[in-house]
Structure formats: structure tokens, C-alpha cells
């Protein structure tokens, strides 16, 4: 099962800024820190947040062109593929979204600079019930995508330590073994020219 490198680097991206976005969405609601921080921390947040959103889309663009690889041949196997990818990518759409209305519905309409560029609009009008109904589900969201991440790792190990397959390989960089095409040509005539000269020599 082998991805395109194109695929391969979509995927780290934004495995990379999921995670963040987990780890610092937990360090900015329970650490204890001045208000400044905090402010930053969530502008830095929800920046981050959109910019992963964005590399979903255009994931779901890249997957449009491009068919991802072959499931397992395990009628079990496929439907458990098919519904975790079908998981992933929708929690990948939700939970920005509803951290996007969490945002926009705060009473205290703190605007969302992205990266202090420009101002994000609002999708939700400020109120009390709206806050309160998108930030639960932001909540909750997250912490099943967190639980469907580790399921999606722990799965990946499983076909790489026990079935030995190529699921996990298929996915990281290629590595080189060695030498080859024209490079390997190259070397083996130069080698066999030293060893010309040298036979010349003695």
C-alpha cells in the first residue's frame, strides 16, 4: 500500500498541526497564566486551526485526482478501514468548525485575528445558548477525534509489528537503499577503471 509523496507530506502536515492543536487547546483552557497569554494562546489556536482546515480541504481536493491505495482484502478489514477513514474525516471538518462557531458565539465577541492578519467573520451571532451548545460540541468532538486518532496509530503499529504489511511503511518517506539507475552505472565504471589503471601500474 503505497502513497504518493504529494499524499505522504498532506498527511504529516496536518497529523503534525492536529496534534498541536490538541496539546495546546489543553494547555490554554487549564493551565494557570496571566490574561495576555491566554489571549495569544487562543489566537494562536484558532489560527492554527483554520490553517488545518484548509489542508483538509485540499486533501479532499488531492484525493479527488488522486485514489488512495487499495484497502485490505478482509471483508472485515475494509468496512473497519472504511469507517475509520470516514470517522477521521469528518471529525477533521467538525471539530474546526465547531471551534470556528465556539468563537464567533463567545458573549464577550473577543474578534479571531488569523495570525494577527486580518479578521475572521463570525458564523454564529454572540449569545449565551449558542456559546454554550458550540463549545460543548467542540469539546466533545475533539476528544473523540483524540480517541479516534489513537485508534487510527494503535491500528497502523498492528498491521506494521504483527500482520507485517506495508500499511504503516506505505505512508513515511521512501528510504534509499542504495545507489541506482545511472548513478549505480556510473560508479561501477569508475571503479572498474582504477581497477585498469592499477593493473597497468603493477
Not at 69 to 93: D, Q
Not at 130 to 144: I, Q
Request: glycine fraction near 6%; include cysteine; charged fraction near 20%.
Amino acid at each position: 500500500m503505497r502513497w504518493s509523496g504529494t499524499a505522504k507530506a498532506l498527511h504529516w502536515t496536518t497529523a503534525a498541526l492536529i496534534l498541536g492543536l490538541l496539546a495546546l487547546g489543553w494547555v490554554m483552557t487549564r493551565a494557570d497564566m496571566n490574561a495576555a497569554l491566554r489571549f495569544d494562546l487562543y489566537q494562536l489556536h484558532k489560527s492554527f486551526g483554520f490553517v488545518a482546515l484548509g489542508l483538509v480541504w485540499l486533501r479532499l481536493i488531492h484525493l479527488t485526482f488522486r485514489c488512495a491505495p487499495e484497502p485490505p482484502k478482509s471483508r472485515l478489514e475494509r468496512r473497519l478501514v472504511r469507517a475509520g477513514r470516514a470517522g477521521l474525516w469528518t471529525l477533521m471538518i467538525l471539530a474546526p468548525l465547531s471551534g470556528w462557531a465556539t468563537a464567533s458565539a463567545s458573549p464577550l465577541e473577543i474578534p479571531t485575528l488569523f495570525f494577527g492578519l486580518f479578521k475572521v467573520p463570525d458564523v454564529v451571532r454572540p449569545g449565551e445558548a449558542a456559546f454554550a451548545l458550540a463549545s460543548s460540541a467542540h469539546f466533545w468532538l475533539t476528544a473523540l477525534f483524540a480517541a479516534l486518532i489513537c485508534l487510527h496509530a494503535a491500528a497502523a503499529l498492528k498491521h506494521h509489528f504483527i500482520d507485517g504489511d506495508d500499511v504503516l511503511t506505505g505512508m513515511l518517506p521512501r528510504r534509499r537503499s542504495g545507489p541506482s539507475g545511472l548513478k549505480k552505472v556510473r560508479q561501477d565504471n569508475v571503479l572498474k577503471r582504477l581497477d585498469e589503471v592499477r593493473s597497468k601500474r603493477f
